[in-house]
Nanobody, 120 residues
Framework: QVQLVESGGDLVQPGGSLRLSCVASGTFFSINAMGWYRQAPGKQRELVATVTTGGSTNYADSVKGRFIISRDNAKNTVYLQMDSLKPEDTAVYYC??????????????WGQGTQVTVSS
């Protein structure tokens, strides 16, 4: 099992920056990919960015050029650097990990979410 703990959410003004962190812990064989999703009130949860163990990244079109996802494999930690924040970025941000259990079955885990609010 994998447990994910997120931090870094805050209230910021438009144009500001935040860095979210997510630390994975528990028992597993390997973590294959980690990512960030977000959900605004009344809206579907959506992909923000993902990164694989090998460093391949994927971003939602709405955040390309503004957000950067990075991963420290040794620390089992994923980060989301968010710059040029817009009010539309306001949401609860959830960390996700796709991992291989020690019995080699594939599983995924979710963090509890951290609130990001962009408002003037």
């Amino acid at each position: 099992q994998v447990q994910l703990v997120e931090s870094g959410g805050d209230l910021v003004q438009p144009g500001g920056s935040l860095r979210l962190s997510c630390v994975a812990s528990g028992t597993f064989f390997s973590i294959n990919a980690m990512g960030w999703y977000r959900q605004a009130p009344g809206k579907q949860r959506e992909l923000v960015a993902t990164v694989t163990t090998g460093g391949s990244t994927n971003y939602a079109d709405s955040v390309k050029g503004r957000f950067i996802i990075s991963r420290d494999n040794a620390k089992n930690t994923v980060y989301l650097q968010m710059d040029s924040l817009k009010p539309e970025d306001t949401a609860v941000y959830y960390c996700n990990a796709a991992y291989t259990r020690r019995n080699y079955y594939q599983s995924d885990a979710w963090g509890q979410g951290t609130q990001v609010t962009v408002s003037s």
